[in-house]
């Protein structure tokens, strides 16, 4: 039981932090951070991202604009930018040493400490990295409410809404954090005692060979 445990909760939990790290590349790069409806011309619409603005008319199609200066950007756009780069680099570095640590991964399989080490730092990573990109989705979506609600702007004026990376930002966050949490409660679990017998069958075996060439007429 604790075999198939340990070898479903790394499966699910690499599977799931892969995910969580390609969307939340995904959700980087997107335009589609904020939308903007215009009621006077609908067959205008406005999208933002972190990196540029678009407008997307029926007629001309897409069209799309990168933003002229970082230091001109609002801090949470400048601070998304940073923390979502290092969510990125976080995430492809948990999912590098946690692949290390897999049982189903030979490499090392005669090192049990050192796997599971890699594993639970593999899955530290990974869970750093889902916190990393919740942070930012979630402030640009502060923002985006606060501006929404605010009284002060005249009705007239067209509002931003949430846009379809925001919500894909939320599902790679807490992909990344469920994934890292299952690699290390599959690290903590206990190794089967197979697995354990084989390590120790491999060691008795080499022992046995050291004893034959020092003694080459021993016979067991």
């Given amino acids: 039981m604790t075999l198939v445990f340990r070898t479903m909760a790394q499966l699910v939990g690499i599977s799931l932090s892969l995910l969580g790290w390609v969307l939340t ?3 980087n790069y ?17 999208t933002m991202g972190l990196w540029q603005t678009c407008v997307i008319q029926e007629e001309v199609g897409r069209q799309c604009k990168d933003f002229d200066s970082f230091l001109a950007l609002p801090a949470e756009l400048k601070i998304s930018r940073i923390l979502m780069f290092l969510s ?11 692949g290390f640590g897999l049982d189903c991964l030979r490499i090392g399989e005669r090192q049990p400490d050192l796997k599971k080490q890699l594993l639970i730092l593999g899955g530290v990573l990974l869970w750093a990295s889902g916190i990393t990109v919740l942070i930012p ?3 640009v979506a502060h923002v985006t409410v606060q501006e929404f609600w605010d009284e002060t702007i005249p009705e007239i004026v067209p509002r931003w809404e949430f846009g379809e990376a925001l ?7 807490f992909s990344l954090v469920l994934g890292g949490c299952l690699l290390n ?5 206990a190794r089967a005692p197979l697995a354990a017998g084989r390590y120790a069958a491999a060691e008795v075996q080499d022992h046995c060979q050291q004893l034959e060439m020092k003694n080459p007429n021993l016979k067991v």
């Fill in 25 to 27: 590349c995904l959700t």
């Fill in 185 to 189: 409660c599959a690290a903590c679990s």
């Fill in 167 to 173: 919500f894909i930002g939320w599902f790679a966050g």
């Fill in 30 to 46: 997107l335009p589609h951070w904020k939308n903007l409806n215009l009621e006077l011309n609908e067959m205008e619409n406005w």
């Fill in 137 to 139: 989705v979630s402030w």
């Fill in 88 to 98: 990125n680099g976080l995430g492809l570095v948990g999912l590098l040493v946690s």
